[in-house]
């Protein structure tokens, strides 16, 4: 159980343009939905925090026009980057959090962005 | 607020040794903590956790972690460390009830085990 899927995996683009990323919760309900981004050989960074049908909160510093987060039912979320650029390549991961486990995240496997 | 700090970016150890990752934390109120492992372009998989249940945690792959509160430390230990176990390790903080149970990470800590 609890088992969090992300897609793309990969994903190449140019720069400019938008791409989206999906986070889906495959055998809960996701209450709470949380995007992550990972520099290489670091650690991960909380990006936003997103309710399900609410507005993300954003950590300071993250642009949230340019991180778009909808998370529209209970079992999935999306990130979309848009106009992106070359500084915006990084593995972004979401989790997801079961409302009677309140502490207990679960990640997804990440996704890669590239943006050339 | 709460924080993580794990000792030793690269822990390297030979195939059968003890493998030992240290984490300390910092909290104003009893904190939850995880261990987390990821392999390389992968997401996190937990290895355990602590909620205030027993001090010493077992988890997955043989792992575990004792939590102990006189040194703000959860340190995880393996006694015979396989190939498989090299990967990066982050340590995490989280209370409960807290800014929606926001979980604090640690920098990791990549190990290597040398055949």
């Known amino acids: 159980g609890a088992v969090v899927s992300q897609h793309p995996s990969r994903v190449i683009c140019k720069s400019g343009t938008s791409v989206k990323i999906e986070c889906r919760s495959l055998?809960?309900?996701?209450?709470?939905m949380f995007w992550y981004r990972q520099f290489p050989k670091q650690s991960l960074m909380l990006m936003a925090t997103?309710?399900?049908?609410?507005?993300?909160?954003?950590e300071q510093g993250v642009e949230k026009d340019k991180f778009l987060i909808n998370h529209a039912s209970l079992t999935l979320s999306t990130l979309t980057v848009t106009s992106a650029h070359p500084e915006d390549s990084s593995f972004y991961i979401c989790?997801?959090?079961?409302?009677?486990?309140?502490?207990?995240?679960?990640f997804g496997p990440g996704t890669r962005l590239t943006v050339l | 607020a709460q924080s993580v700090t794990q000792l030793g970016s690269h822990v390297s150890v030979s195939e059968g040794a003890l493998v030992l990752l240290r984490c300390n934390y910092s909290?104003?109120?009893?904190?939850?903590l995880f261990w987390y492992v990821q392999y390389p372009n992968q997401g996190l998989q937990l290895l355990l956790k602590?909620?205030?249940?027993?001090?010493l945690v077992k988890g997955i792959n043989g792992f575990e972690a004792e939590f102990k509160k006189s040194e703000t430390s959860f340190h995880l230990t393996k006694p015979s460390a396989h190939m498989s176990d090299a990967a990066e390790y982050f340590c995490?903080?989280?209370?409960?009830?807290?800014?929606?149970?926001?979980?604090?990470f640690g920098k990791g800590t990549k190990l290597s085990v040398k055949p």
């Open positions: 989790s997801a959090r079961d409302s009677r486990t309140v502490n207990e995240q679960f």
């Open positions: 055998d809960f309900q996701a209450t709470t």
């Open positions: 997103s309710n399900e049908g609410s507005k993300a909160t954003y």
């Open positions: 909290s104003s109120v009893p904190p939850y």
């Open positions: 602590y909620t205030s249940a027993a001090t």
């Open positions: 995490a903080v989280t209370v409960y009830g807290g800014s929606q149970g926001n979980l604090i």
